[in-house]
């Protein structure tokens, strides 16, 4: 069973700050996704990581995904007050037949940056 | 706005009933695909289907069933609806991309249908 972990679950940084999510997962996998969610509200696509070494920016938001050690990380740079949010990262195992089919979601981190 | 079409927003009802949550993928999308987001159980996947047929299924109870339409919607059936069952359930959609450019294969989560069980 295809297990994905992320940490921290909460954090609470100051504007300005940097800071990384990170996302680990159990078995084999070469794509991987990360969501935003506003409260109350549906998850945007932020990322989507499909091989080795895949690096994508936007904005303040990085994320990479290094599959030999089953691990991607969001990282936000100089964070301001409109990033809060909580970020899902979420795994479609090796064997699917391809296309997002069943995604396994890590239990989200709760970010709230504080002016 | 996603392009998924999710109703109703909100829905409460009593043990023991049974509902069903309507969603409209969005124009050119083939694969319909439904999550529940619980506070104990975070968001699991339940079923995906492809362009009418089912194609994948995760955590999805016996009580529950789904169906996507020639037109492409799907219906998700909840019956003998139990207070564990209250979530927020939500619809995505994605376009069956090639493996060359498979970020056509994100998802597009609709707004959602929150579920309460008294």
């Known amino acids: 069973e295809l297990k994905v972990e992320q940490n921290p679950l909460f954090l609470s940084m100051q504007e300005g700050k940097n800071y990384t999510i990170y996302c680990n997962y159990s078995?084999?996998?070469?794509?991987l996704y990360w969501y935003r969610q506003d409260p109350g509200k549906s998850l945007e696509s932020l990322f989507v990581?499909?091989?080795?070494?895949a690096v994508k920016q936007e904005g303040r938001l990085m994320a990479s995904l290094d599959t030999k050690a089953r691990l991607s990380t969001l990282h936000i740079t100089a964070a301001v007050h409109d990033l809060s949010a909580t970020y899902f990262c979420?795994?479609?195992?090796?064997?699917?037949?391809?296309?997002?089919?069943?995604?396994?979601f890590g239990k989200g981190t709760h970010l709230i940056i504080q002016p | 706005d996603s392009g998924v079409t999710q109703t109703p927003k909100h829905l409460i009802t009593a043990t023991g009933q049974r509902v069903t949550l309507r969603c409209s993928p969005r124009?050119?999308?083939?694969?319909v695909y439904w999550y529940q987001q619980s506070l104990d159980q975070g968001l699991q996947f339940l079923i995906q289907?492809?362009?009418?047929?089912?194609?994948a299924k995760g955590n999805i109870l016996e009580r529950f069933s789904a169906q996507q339409f020639p037109d492409l919607h799907s219906e998700l059936n909840l019956s003998s609806l139990e207070l564990g069952d209250s979530a927020l359930y939500f619809c995505?959609?994605?376009?069956?991309?090639?493996?060359?450019?498979?970020?056509?294969?994100?998802?597009?989560f609709g707004s959602g249908t929150q579920l309460s069980v008294l």
């Open positions: 995505a959609s994605s376009r069956e991309g090639d493996r060359a450019d498979p970020t056509n294969e994100k998802l597009f």
């Open positions: 078995t084999t996998s070469d794509r």
């Open positions: 990581l499909l091989s080795n070494g």
């Open positions: 979420a795994v479609e195992p090796a064997y699917s037949g391809g296309g997002a089919d069943g995604l396994t």
């Open positions: 124009s050119g999308d083939l694969s």
């Open positions: 289907y492809y362009n009418g047929e089912e194609r």
